[in-house]
């Protein structure tokens, strides 16, 4: 199911890692210009163009015990692409912290559905970084659309919060729904008013 390849200094094995770096190289309900699938590997590729200390956090990369697994081999369709995201994820070990490399944002819902079973017993918090509200139900005749995205999250089981910020853009269905839904969001315009600190000076 993994086809090993690596990001810089995720060196660790599978047992000992705290963290675990997944490719999931899929971007078949693309609508504008396809391409996400080739972002695993170009971020890996980019890892090793950047020091492994950073500074702000006083981390070192290289001190930590990452494990990257490669790519999972998600096909060319969203439904199968979903079933198979959850069942890579139910065998990665409940101990490491998972990161996933996209890709479109439609294999946001697997990965949010996954996490919430094996992780968050008490209700999984969900925070996304994105310029569109992503509610529609259907889109490009498929429900499983990145344009979907934000929706299908919501219709998650164990989905306790969710927010979204940057948002610049949607049909007004959309605005209509998180209105009456009372879906929490945040504009571009909001976040430059007044800034993205929980404390803004
Ligand atoms: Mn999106």
Redesign the pocket.
């Known amino acids: 199911m993994f086809q090993r390849c690596g990001f810089a200094d995720a060196d660790a094995d599978l047992p000992d890692a705290d963290y675990v770096v997944v490719g999931l190289p899929f971007d078949c309900t693309a609508s504008f210009r396809s391409g996400s699938r080739d972002g695993p590997d170009a971020i890996r590729l980019a890892s090793f163009n950047f020091e492994s200390y950073d500074y702000y956090s006083d981390v070192d990369l290289a001190a930590l015990a990452i494990c990257d697994l490669g790519n999972m081999d998600l096909g060319a369709d969203a439904a199968y692409a979903e079933e198979t995201i959850k069942e890579g994820i139910a065998l990665l070990p409940k101990a490491a912290i998972p990161i996933f490399l996209g890709g479109e ?1 439609s294999i946001t819902p697997p990965i949010v559905e996954s996490l919430a079973r094996r992780s968050a017993p008490g209700g999984l918090g969900v925070l ?1 970084l ?1 310029a ?1 509200l ?1 509610l529609r139900a259907e889109f490009g005749c498929t429900r499983y659309s ?1 344009a979907c ?2 929706r299908r999250i919501l219709e998650k089981e164990g989905v306790k919060a969710y927010a979204s910020i940057g948002i610049r853009s949607g049909c007004l269905e959309e605005f209509t729904f998180a209105k009456e839904n009372g879906i929490s969001y945040s504009t571009s315009r909001e976040v430059k008013e007044k800034g993205i600190g929980v404390n803004p000076s």
């Open positions: 944002h996304v994105d569109h992503d990145h995205a934000s």
